[in-house]
């Protein structure tokens, strides 16, 4: 039911989940339906930013790019086509299919149906259990779970405040496309918001301040996709600090020093911000003033408090907050784990070619003292017939003679890298890998030939 002024009669509950966004709610749905109750807050939508804004909305966006993007192909392997891009079905299907108009109502009912009591409003810490909305004050008796998440943030570009900017939230709710955008922020956001533009014709420059874009990701990935973008007609400025931002006659212009940059709009993807500030951190015992919540393996930040997703800083993604609800769930009725554990974790950069990694990059494995063997190779056989060029690199625990990482620029980088995640995970050992069968010619096949080189760089016993 919901409860929006102490409606039930009680403001009692078992666990109170502050913040709904994917694990936010599938904590609250699971702990309901073991038979708690269950008090869940949120003051947006119920869902958080993956199903309106974030994940979904944006891989609607990049399927229909990328049809654009096959038919761009044809030339070069089939003959000739034409094409005229038309926005206005991806917004249809956004607006109707994912989104529901961002109308959280499904939502709201299968948290309803689950058996938790739903609040809309902005929840406050208060200590020993309780949690103040609007002016309602609700008690736990057995916990709180964090999960508030993050929202678009704008770095302190003089200008920059007093333009009418979008973030992606206004990209996923655009009807049509502009003549021209500048993306501030070479991150995943940006770059799968850039491609998938430039792809419906919009003349697009992407500057970033770090030296490559994707920077979190291998220095090899990041040359991958900047070919890439190249090839799509994407203006790349890297390692470039934005002096100003002015808007004038309906067009943006950013001072880099040396040059300007001018498009009719901007896009802003250059961060994101916890949302922290203001709840009571407090009066739990934590940081008012943190931009992460340390947990230990079990998710708890504090004496009865656990926190998941974005907010832990273990990694901005759904998946990770759902696999952190299930370590909350476990710990919340008393079960004996599995615990978290971060060695193997997946992230996948939707561009075309995918940027698909798992674990540590090469240099974060050297930064935790491991003596590192690396390689690298190109995507082989299937790669050459259809025309895709890409890459492989893996890095590898010399000592252990495991795998630590890897990445993959690719077509479907996201599901070959899964070998790999597996691999992490499970330590198996790299002479293991060797000697399975690879099927030809797939992409994956070409796994092969970088482990044969990480094995003899190991010695090839």
């Known amino acids: ?46 869902g958080g930013e993956c199903p309106y804004f974030g994940c979904v909305p944006s891989k609607m966006m990049i399927a229909a790019a990328q049809t654009l993007r096959e038919v761009g192909r044809v030339s070069t392997m089939a003959g000739s086509a034409t094409v005229s891009p038309d926005w206005a079905p991806v917004a249809a299907r956004i607006r109707d299919e994912a989104t529901d108009d961002w109308d959280d109502t499904a939502a709201v009912k299968r948290l309803e149906d689950a058996g938790a009591t739903f609040v809309r409003g902005r929840g406050v810490l ?21 999960n508030t998440g993050t929202a ?35 991150g995943a956001i940006g770059c799968e918001l850039a491609q998938v533009m430039a792809l419906f014709g919009v003349h697009v420059t992407v500057v970033e301040a770090a030296d490559r874009l994707v920077a979190l990701e291998e220095p090899e990935a990041s040359r991958a ?10 203006q790349v400025l890297t390692g470039v600090s934005v002096e100003s931002v002015s808007y ?28 922290l500030h203001g709840i009571g951190l407090e009066h739990v015992g934590l940081d008012p003033e943190a931009r992460v919540l340390e947990t230990d393996e079990r998710m708890r ?109 690719a077509p479907a980088g996201g599901e070959i890298v899964s070998m790999l995640e597996l691999a992490v995970h499970a330590e198996v050992p790299i002479a293991t890998l060797l000697h399975q069968h690879f099927a030809y010619p797939t992409y994956h096949r070409a796994y092969e030939a970088v482990l044969k080189e990480l094995g003899a760089a190991l010695g090839g016993r």
Do not use: C
């Open 152 to 186: 678009p943030s704008a770095p302190p570009i003089p200008g920059l405040a007093d333009t009418p900017y979008w973030t992606n939230r206004d990209a996923v709710k655009l009807t049509e496309l502009p003549s021209s955008v500048i993306v501030l922020g070479g």
């Open 126 to 146: 208060g200590g020993d259990g309780r949690v103040t909305v609007g002016g309602t004050a609700y008690t736990a008796s057995r916990g709180i779970v964090l």
């Open 225 to 234: 996709l900047e070919e890439a973008f190249a090839e799509t007609g994407i």
């Open 301 to 409: 930040a504090a004496e009865g408090v656990w926190a998941v997703g974005d907010i832990v800083g273990k990694g901005a993604f759904t998946h990770v907050s759902m696999y952190q609800a299930a370590v909350v769930v476990n710990d919340v009725l008393g079960r004996d784990g599995p615990w978290a554990d971060y060695r193997a974790v997946s992230r996948v950069t939707f561009t075309a070619p995918e940027v698909a990694s798992v674990g540590l990059t090469e240099q974060a494995a050297r930064e935790a003292g491991l003596d590192v063997v690396a390689a690298t190779g190109d995507l082989g056989s299937r790669g050459w017939i259809a025309r895709e060029p890409g890459m492989i690199k893996l890095v590898a625990d010399r000592r252990r003679r495991v795998l630590v990482g890897g990445a993959v620029v």
């Open 1 to 46: 039911m919901t409860d929006t002024a102490g409606e039930t009669g009680s403001g009692e509950f078992d666990v109170i989940v502050l913040g709904l966004g994917p694990g936010g709610e599938h904590a609250a749905i699971k702990l309901a339906q073991a038979g708690l109750r269950v008090l869940g807050v949120e003051e947006r939508l119920v």
């Open 248 to 275: 004038a006659d309906g067009r943006f212009t950013l001072d880099l020093g040396e040059q300007d940059v001018s498009a009719e709009k901007l896009l802003v993807a250059a961060g994101r911000r916890p949302n």
